[in-house]
């Protein structure tokens, strides 16, 4: 089964300083993607950051960027010059390619950009 | 164009009861998911519908079901309510089957 681990329930960072966020997973699979959701008290999710397995390469999103590292099973969430408006949970998720949206979230983090 | 709608935003039932939970997709999107997420917990898969078909079953119980309707539309229903189904619902839709989710706020419901 996939799991996914986020180990920081909170963090806090001021603003305009960059801050990362951890996220283990766990799978046998190859092929799958790799998310970062953000949500704010809206409660809705809104998308930060997508990574394909099969991509050595990073994503990068403006001021997002992540850190993958598919041996170590690691996906970890880069914020730069951190706002205010960044303030939110922050959901790692896992999901196999061609398994009809079964996404897997870890337990999130919460975020606090602080003046 | 509008996003991902969801309807009733708030709803309070009591043990035993019904309930039904809407949600509209992206205008073009024929794939809508729902997702149950508890206080402090990320979000659990419950369904998948793709072109009014059930493509994907999370871990719930046969008191959960759903449909989609020819307006790619859905409906989640749950049955004879539980305290434990206290619970922000989110419905997703997208393009296609493995396409990227976008997601409605949500339907939080109270069981007491």
């Known amino acids: 089964a996939q799991t996914v681990t986020q180990s920081q329930p909170e963090m806090s960072v001021q603003e305009a300083e960059t801050v990362t966020l951890s996220c283990t997973y766990d799978?046998?699979?190859?092929?799958?993607?790799l998310f970062w959701y953000k949500q704010p008290p809206s409660r809705q999710m809104i998308l930060v950051i997508r990574?394909?397995?099969?991509?050595?390469q990073n994503a990068t999103e403006n001021r997002f960027s992540v850190n993958f590292q598919k041996a170590a099973k690691s996906f970890s969430l880069k914020i730069s010059d951190s706002q205010l408006g960044d303030t939110a949970m922050y959901f790692c998720?896992?999901?196999?390619?061609?398994?009809?949206?079964?996404?897997?979230f870890g337990a999130g983090t919460r975020l606090t950009v602080k003046p | 164009d509008a996003g991902v709608t969801q309807s009733p935003t708030h709803l309070i039932k009591t043990r035993g009861q019904h309930v039904t939970l809407r949600c509209s997709p992206i205008?073009?999107?024929?794939?809508v998911s729902w997702y149950q997420q508890v206080l402090g917990q990320g979000p659990q898969f419950i369904f998948q519908?793709?072109?009014?078909?059930?493509?994907g079953r999370g871990n719930f119980p046969d008191r959960f079901s759903a449909r989609q309707f020819p307006n790619y539309s859905s409906e989640l229903n749950v049955n004879a309510l539980l305290l434990g189904d206290s619970a922000l619902y989110l419905c997703?839709?997208?393009?296609?089957?493995?396409?990227?989710?976008?997601f409605g706020s949500g339907t939080q419901l109270s069981v007491l």
């Open positions: 997703a839709s997208s393009r296609r089957a493995e396409e990227k989710l976008f």
């Open positions: 799978t046998s699979e190859s092929n799958y993607y």
């Open positions: 990574q394909e397995a099969y991509k050595q």
């Open positions: 998720a896992f999901m196999m390619i061609y398994n009809n949206n079964d996404m897997r």
């Open positions: 205008s073009g999107h024929k794939s």
């Open positions: 519908y793709y072109e009014k078909e059930e493509r």
